[in-house]
Structure formats: C-alpha cells, structure tokens
C-alpha cells in the first residue's frame, strides 16, 4: 500500500462542455450521496473568489461565475481508489441555464506509486469520447499519451479505453468536475456518474440545541453523528 500524495496540479481549463454518457460494462451499480461540502477533497479544491456552488432542494449542485477572469471558476473533488480500467464512462448529468458548460476531471495516478501524475478532462460536447490531459501532468505521462496530434483540449490526450492501454496500471484518486478558470456560466450538476455509481448532493444536517435531539431528532443530525438521544444532549453540555 503506497501512501498517497494529494498536491495541487496544475491546468489551465478554457470554456467546458459535458454531456451525458453512457456507461458500459459496470454493474452492481448504486445511489451515493456527497455530503457538500465535506465529501470534497481539501486540498484538490480550486473554488476561486468569483466562482460558487449550493445545494439544490432536488439534490442537485448549482455552480456559477460572475464573469469572465481568472477568479471565475468552481472545481471540486471527491476522493476514490480506482483502477482506470473500472471507471466505464463517466459523466455529468447536467443542466445548463447559460453560458459554458463544467468538465469532468480524474484525478490520476499513472504509475500507480501512490502519487498524483495529472488529470484527465473530459469535454464531450467539445471532443467526443476523447479525454485530455492537463498541461501541469507529469512528463512522462505526456510522453506516453496515445495520440500528440492538435484538435483537442492539449496536445497529449485520447480515449479512456487508449489510455487504460498506454497505462494499465492507472488508479484514479479523485474525480470531480471544473468550469472555468476565465468561463461565465450557471447551471445545475444533477449528478455524476462514475464507476458505475450515481452521486447526488446533500446539507450535512447540524442540531443546534439540546432540544432537537428529544423525539428522535438526534438520529437525523449526520454532523455529527450521534448513537443515541442521551448522546446527542450531553454533546451540548458539553459544548458549553
């Protein structure tokens, strides 16, 4: 088990679009949840000043920019341990109200030496099933890209299926989604799809008085979670 290395990668990302893909060859396949903000990974996020996201009342994520700069971008990730090979086709389930459209992000590990190397970018609107790869990724990584020709995100990129071939023993620690940096756009991730898993979004649920935690409220807190009411009550005796 190698210790793994989440560092800031660096990607330079121009207007992003998305669009739902089907997955193939994943079963057993399930409902997950990610608690916002709390399921997303720390220090992957680059959420600047002018970029935002809420969570929607149907469980969907808002995500938006004010204009047109440096600032304007919302990117997030979640943290997975998964081999490349059993990723399928992921995606964003997204509606767009206007603007430019979020990209999907995997956060990889190409050598599989616990350690982040780049990120692959999906744009399927812009590039079909042809994934890119971030311009601050590892060398040799680009070096091993499938294809170096023009016409997509960067110069190294290909199919996941090429890339699962050029690298077999990539894991993929995080996924996620980017709109900007420099984009103006608003829309809603109604999920993502990945690994054969749908990801909706959720408020963590915070008791905020003793009171809350009578009549069975304590088993509705999920920050934190308590084992019982005598729990969930002390915790505020505590606190004070």
């Known amino acids: 088990m190698h ?8 990607t330079t990302l121009a207007g992003i679009a998305v669009s739902v893909m089907a997955l193939s060859g994943v079963a057993n396949a399930a409902a997950r949840t990610i608690s916002v903000p709390d399921g997303f990974v720390k220090g992957l996020s680059d959420t600047r000043a002018t970029g ?3 969570v929607t009342s149907t469980g969907g994520l808002h995500v938006y920019t ?3 700069t440096g600032t304007d971008k919302v990117a997030e990730y979640v943290a997975t341990d998964v081999a490349l090979k ?4 992921p995606s964003l389930d997204y509606t767009n109200t206007a ?7 995997l956060v990889v590990d190409f050598n599989a030496d616990g350690t982040d190397d780049g990120i692959l970018v ?3 609107a812009a590039y079909g099933n042809d994934w890119w790869l971030s311009n601050g990724s590892q060398q040799f990584v680009k070096d091993g890209a499938p294809s170096h020709t023009g016409g997509s995100g960067s110069d190294n990129h290909g199919t996941l299926d090429q890339w699962r071939a050029a690298f077999p023993t990539t894991v993929v620690h995080a996924f996620g989604f980017s709109l900007g940096s420099g984009v103006k756009g608003d829309g809603v ?3 993502i799809n990945f690994a054969g898993d749908t990801y909706t979004f959720t ?3 915070v008791l905020t008085s003793k009171d809350q935690c009578k009549n069975g409220g304590w088993a509705t807190s999920t920050k934190p979670v308590f084992k019982n009411q005598g729990d969930c009550v002390s915790s505020f005796a505590t606190a004070k």
């Open 3 to 10: 210790a793994r290395t989440y560092g800031r990668l660096g």
């Open 52 to 54: 935002h996201y809420e």
């Open 66 to 68: 004010e204009g047109a």
């Open 86 to 89: 059993g990723v399928g086709e």
């Open 99 to 105: 603007g430019g459209l979020p990209g999907f992000q």
């Open 122 to 124: 999906g744009e399927p």
């Open 189 to 191: 991730i109604n999920a």
């Open 203 to 205: 408020q963590p649920v």
